[in-house]
C-alpha cells in the first residue's frame, strides 16, 4: 500500500493538489513495534484477567526480548464467546470476500517480512535467513488458502431410494482452538488459521509459549494494516468524490456561463436579424409605397392629360361643329333670305313689266 498518495484535477482555475499521508504504525526501522506485551481477544489488546505475565528470552543470550500476559482458563473462556460472536457475522461472507482478506494478509506480510523474520530469530534463536523463508513460507499459506476457499463444494450422493436425492452442503461450523509449536512460530500459525478463515470460521490460537510474540506480531499487522488500508481508501474516496464534485460545480458554472454567453449571442442575433428585416421590411414598404404613388400620380396624370385632352379635342369637335352648324345656318339662311329677296325682286320686276 502506497503511503502517500497524489491526487490531481485539471480545472480552468487552477491545478488542485491534495496530497495524503498516512503515518504507518508500524515502522521497518524499529522492530520494537510489532513487539506486543498483550493478548488480542475481540479487536482489543488485553492483559491477563490475574494481571500475570511472564518473559519471553532469547534463546541466543538469554536476553529478555518481551513480556506477554499469562492467560489462564478465564481469559481462554472470554476469547472463545469473543470468537463466537465475531463467528456469527464471518461465516455470512461469501468466499471471495474471504479470499480477498486472505490475499490482503499475504501482501502485508510480504512488505513486512523483515521485520517479522527479526522477531522470529529474537525469540526462536533461527538464523535470519531461515526466519526470512519461514515468512515466505508461511505468506504463502494465506495465498494458497485465498484460492482454496472459493473451490469449498458440496456434491450429490447416489440415493438408494428412487423417490430421494442426496446432497451434501459444506458450511463452517463455529470457532477453531488452535495450538501451534514454537519451531515454527509463523507459518504454523498461517497454515492452521488461514484455512479455519477461507473456510467462514473463526480462530483462538494458543501459541508456543516460548514463541508467543510472532502470533502477537501478525495479529499487529493484520489489524494496523488493513485498518489503514481501510482508512486510507475512505479518504481516496472522499478525496475524490471531492474533486468529483468540485470538478463538477467548476463545469456546471462553465456549462452556464457559456449557455448564458451563446444565450446573449443568439438574443443579439436574433435581435439584429429582426432589426434587420425589419429595416429591410420598413424599405421595401417604403419603396413599394413610393412606387405605387408615383405609379399613381403618373396613370391619375395620364388619365388627367387624356381626359382634359379628350374635353379639348370634344370642345373643339363640338365648337367646330357648332360653327359650322352656324356657318351652315347662317348660310342656309342668308340664302334663303338672298333668294327671297331674288324672289321679291322678280316678282316686283315682273308686276312692272
Same mark, same amino acid.
Given at each position: 500500500?502506497? %503511503?502517500?498518495?497524489?491526487?490531481?484535477?485539471?480545472?480552468? #482555475?487552477?491545478?488542485?493538489? %491534495?496530497?495524503?499521508?498516512? %503515518?504507518?504504525?508500524?515502522?521497518?526501522?524499529?522492530?520494537?513495534?510489532?513487539?506486543?506485551?498483550? /493478548?488480542?481477544?475481540?479487536?482489543?489488546?488485553?492483559?491477563?484477567?490475574?494481571?500475570? !505475565?511472564?518473559?519471553?528470552?532469547?534463546?541466543?543470550?538469554?536476553?529478555? *526480548?518481551?513480556?506477554?500476559?499469562?492467560?489462564?482458563?478465564?481469559?481462554?473462556?472470554?476469547?472463545?464467546?469473543?470468537? &463466537?460472536?465475531?463467528? #456469527?457475522?464471518?461465516?455470512?461472507?461469501?468466499?471471495?470476500?474471504?479470499?480477498?482478506? $486472505?490475499?490482503?494478509?499475504?501482501?502485508?506480510?510480504?512488505?513486512?517480512?523483515?521485520?517479522?523474520?527479526?522477531?522470529?530469530?529474537?525469540?526462536?534463536?533461527? =538464523? !535470519?535467513?531461515?526466519?526470512?523463508?519461514?515468512?515466505? &513460507?508461511?505468506?504463502?499459506?494465506?495465498?494458497?488458502?485465498?484460492?482454496?476457499?472459493?473451490?469449498? #463444494?458440496?456434491?450429490?450422493?447416489?440415493?438408494?431410494?428412487?423417490?430421494?436425492?442426496?446432497?451434501?452442503?459444506?458450511? =463452517?461450523?463455529?470457532?477453531?482452538?488452535?495450538?501451534? =509449536?514454537?519451531?515454527?512460530?509463523?507459518?504454523?500459525?498461517?497454515?492452521?488459521?488461514?484455512?479455519? +478463515? /477461507?473456510?467462514?470460521?473463526?480462530?483462538?490460537? %494458543?501459541?508456543?509459549?516460548?514463541?508467543?510474540?510472532?502470533?502477537?506480531?501478525?495479529?499487529? @499487522?493484520?489489524? @494496523?494494516?488493513?485498518?489503514?488500508?481501510?482508512?486510507?481508501?475512505?479518504?481516496?474516496?472522499?478525496? &475524490?468524490?471531492?474533486?468529483?464534485?468540485?470538478? $463538477?460545480?467548476?463545469?456546471?458554472? *462553465?456549462?452556464?456561463?457559456?449557455?448564458? +454567453?451563446?444565450?446573449?449571442?443568439?438574443?443579439?442575433?436574433?435581435?439584429? +436579424?429582426?432589426?434587420?428585416?425589419?429595416?429591410?421590411?420598413?424599405?421595401?414598404?417604403?419603396?413599394?409605397?413610393?412606387?405605387?404613388?408615383?405609379?399613381?400620380?403618373? *396613370?391619375?396624370?395620364?388619365?388627367?392629360?387624356?381626359?382634359?385632352?379628350? @374635353?379639348?379635342?370634344?370642345?373643339? !369637335?363640338?365648337?367646330?361643329?357648332?360653327?359650322?352648324?352656324?356657318?351652315?345656318?347662317?348660310? !342656309?339662311?342668308?340664302?334663303?333670305? +338672298?333668294?327671297?329677296?331674288?324672289?321679291?325682286?322678280?316678282?316686283?320686276?315682273?308686276?312692272?313689266?
Amino acid at each position: 500500500m502506497p %503511503k502517500t498518495l497524489f491526487f490531481v484535477i485539471n480545472t480552468s #482555475q487552477q491545478l488542485f493538489y %491534495k496530497r495524503i499521508t498516512y %503515518k504507518t504504525f508500524i515502522h521497518k526501522a524499529r522492530m520494537s513495534s510489532l513487539i506486543k506485551d498483550k /493478548a488480542y481477544v475481540n479487536g482489543e489488546w488485553v492483559a491477563a484477567k490475574s494481571g500475570a !505475565t511472564y518473559n519471553v528470552t532469547n534463546p541466543a543470550n538469554g536476553s529478555i *526480548v518481551g513480556t506477554v500476559p499469562d492467560m489462564k482458563a478465564t481469559d481462554t473462556e472470554v476469547a472463545i464467546q469473543s470468537a &463466537y460472536k465475531a463467528f #456469527q457475522t464471518w461465516k455470512k461472507t461469501t468466499a471471495k470476500e474471504r479470499g480477498e482478506m $486472505l490475499k490482503k494478509a499475504y501482501r502485508i506480510m510480504l512488505e513486512q517480512k523483515e521485520e517479522l523474520a527479526r522477531i522470529i530469530t529474537l525469540e526462536n534463536g533461527k =538464523p !535470519t535467513a531461515e526466519s526470512m523463508g519461514e515468512i515466505n &513460507y508461511g505468506a504463502g499459506f494465506c495465498e494458497w488458502f485465498a484460492e482454496e476457499g472459493r473451490r469449498i #463444494q458440496g456434491g450429490i450422493v447416489s440415493s438408494p431410494f428412487p423417490s430421494k436425492k442426496i446432497f451434501t452442503l459444506k458450511q =463452517p461450523i463455529g470457532v477453531c482452538g488452535m495450538i501451534t =509449536p514454537w519451531n515454527f512460530p509463523n507459518a504454523m500459525i498461517t497454515r492452521k488459521a488461514c484455512a479455519a +478463515l /477461507a473456510a467462514g470460521c473463526t480462530v483462538v490460537i %494458543k501459541p508456543g509459549e516460548d514463541t508467543p510474540l510472532s502470533a502477537l506480531a501478525l495479529c499487529e @499487522v493484520y489489524i @494496523v494494516y488493513i485498518t489503514l488500508s481501510t482508512l486510507a481508501l475512505c479518504e481516496v474516496y472522499i478525496v &475524490y468524490i471531492t474533486l468529483s464534485t468540485l470538478a $463538477l460545480c467548476e463545469v456546471y458554472i *462553465v456549462y452556464i456561463t457559456l449557455s448564458a +454567453l451563446a444565450l446573449c449571442e443568439v438574443c443579439i442575433v436574433y435581435i439584429t +436579424l429582426s432589426t434587420l428585416a425589419l429595416c429591410e421590411v420598413y424599405i421595401e414598404y417604403i419603396t413599394l409605397s413610393a412606387l405605387a404613388l408615383c405609379e399613381v400620380y403618373i *396613370v391619375y396624370i395620364t388619365l388627367s392629360t387624356l381626359a382634359l385632352c379628350e @374635353v379639348y379635342i370634344v370642345y373643339i !369637335t363640338l365648337s367646330a361643329l357648332a360653327l359650322c352648324e352656324v356657318y351652315i345656318e347662317y348660310i !342656309t339662311l342668308s340664302a334663303l333670305a +338672298l333668294c327671297e329677296i331674288y324672289s321679291i325682286h322678280y316678282i316686283v320686276n315682273s308686276s312692272f313689266m
